[in-house]
């Protein structure tokens, strides 16, 4: 029998797919991990399990405990989905500029939902700080209590791509990778990913892809926090060095204009056949510029990590690409 357990069982082991424009564009191998085919659809889904996982181990989370958790959505689909299949009720904090497909995915999943107003995150209003007050609070209220998940910092997020991502990676390449890239925004799939793979082959090169709006780029290239500009991107671009990119190092940092990045979604969807998120833009044309450093003949992973359904009133609508400035495709034109 070749039977998954549950919904949980669902979680990773996504299949590895070269992209065949990418690819032939460079001159290099440009594949990318499917985790938009995670079940709770995307990536997120094992920085919630792991972050579960860490907290049942450690005994902080109870049965019919509260799980609390500020996010842009993904890891709060995540850990609103893993919390039904194993008794748990999810409460989010979510910044009310994030898509509506996304909140109402949450509310759908069962999800307590509270928006908050986007504010940066030195006001004590920003959402990760809302949530953190909230999970103490219910963790006194609640009979069997609550946790606070804390993506950024909870080094358990990391840990779970480290044990499954990067190893189902260097599997499917039998060990042939010679760079890996993507976006932060926890930064928990970078570094989890990259460490693994780096333990493995000490000559790996690690990239960032960093959208406008985040101050990491300059942090990497420069030593400096520094954040200009804005994206449409979602669930990425970081002001602060998280508890999960500690100790990471990184080759190759780039910012990735979303001019770029959006031009790089429709060419997912035209010449590949995949409707992703604006993330995913930023990942492959990342995964595109570290091929050019390194040059032809060179194996380069990324990851594909949400589907472009959760943005259709966004980036998949054309008036909003206008109001931004930003190319349509040419089957959106008319
Ligand atoms: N892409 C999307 C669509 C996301 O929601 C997230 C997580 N917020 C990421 C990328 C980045 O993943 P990580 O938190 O592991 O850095």
Same mark, same amino acid.
């Given at each position: &029998? ?5 919904f949980? /069982? %669902? ?9 065949r ?5 460079? *001159?290099? $191998?440009i ?9 709770g ?7 919630? #399990? ?27 689909? =995540? ?7 194993? =008794? ?6 979510i ?9 109402? &995915? ?6 307590e ?14 959402y990760? !700080?809302?949530? *953190?007050? #909230? ?9 069997? /209590? ?5 993506? +950024? ?7 779970? !791509?480290?044990? %499954? ?8 390449t @039998? ?12 930064g ?6 990259? &460490?693994?793979?780096? $333990? ?11 959208p ?8 990497y290239? !420069?030593?400096?926090?520094k954040?200009?500009g ?6 990425? =671009? ?31 969807l035209?010449?590949?056949? +995949?409707v992703?998120?604006?993330?995913? /833009?930023?990942?492959?044309? =990342? ?5 050019? $450093?390194? /040059?032809?003949? !060179?194996?380069?992973? %990324?990851? #594909?990590c ?13 008036? +909003?690409?206008?109001?931004?400035? #930003?190319?349509?495709? @040419?089957?959106?034109?008319?």
């Open positions: &029998m070749d039977v998954r357990d549950g949980v /069982g %669902t979680i990773g082991n996504t299949p590895l797919v070269r992209l424009q990418a690819s032939e564009e460079t *001159g290099c $191998e594949l990318a991990k499917a985790e938009f085919l995670n079940p659809g995307s990536v997120k889904d094992r920085a919630a #399990l792991a972050i579960i996982q860490d907290a049942e181990a450690r005994g902080a989370l109870k049965p019919g405990g509260v799980i609390v958790e500020g996010t842009a959505g993904n890891t709060g689909i =995540g850990l609103a989905l893993v919390g039904n299949a194993r =008794g748990y009720r999810t409460v989010i904090v910044p009310e500029t994030q898509s509506q497909e996304k909140k109402d &995915m949450l509310r759908l999943c069962g999800a939902l509270k928006e908050v107003p986007a504010v940066p995150y030195k006001d004590p209003n920003n990760v !700080h809302v949530s *953190g007050r #909230l999970a103490e609070e219910l963790n006194q209220s609640q009979p069997n /209590g609550a946790i606070w998940a804390r993506q +950024f910092d909870n080094q358990a997020n990391r840990r779970g !791509h480290y044990e %499954t991502t990067g190893p189902e990676i260097w599997r499917q @039998d060990g042939k990778v010679d760079g890996f890239i993507c976006a932060v925004g926890t928990g799939t970078l570094a989890g990913t990259a &460490m693994a793979l780096k $333990e493995r082959n000490p000559e790996l090169k690690v990239g960032l892809a960093d406008p709006g985040a101050a990491l780029y300059n942090y290239a !420069h030593g400096e926090l954040a200009e804005s994206s449409i991107s979602e669930g990425i =671009g970081q002001g602060r060095i998280t508890g999960n990119l500690e100790d990471l190092e990184i080759d190759f940092p780039f910012q990735i204009p979303d001019e770029e990045s959006v031009s790089v979604v429709f060419d997912l035209k010449h590949e056949g +995949f992703m998120g604006a993330s995913s /833009g930023v990942n492959v044309a =990342g995964a595109k510029r570290l091929a050019r $450093e390194l /040059g032809p003949g !060179h194996t380069i992973v %990324t990851i #594909l949400d589907w472009g359904t959760r943005y259709v009133s966004k980036l998949w609508n054309p008036a +909003f690409l206008r109001e931004k400035g #930003l190319p349509l495709p @040419d089957w959106l034109e008319s």
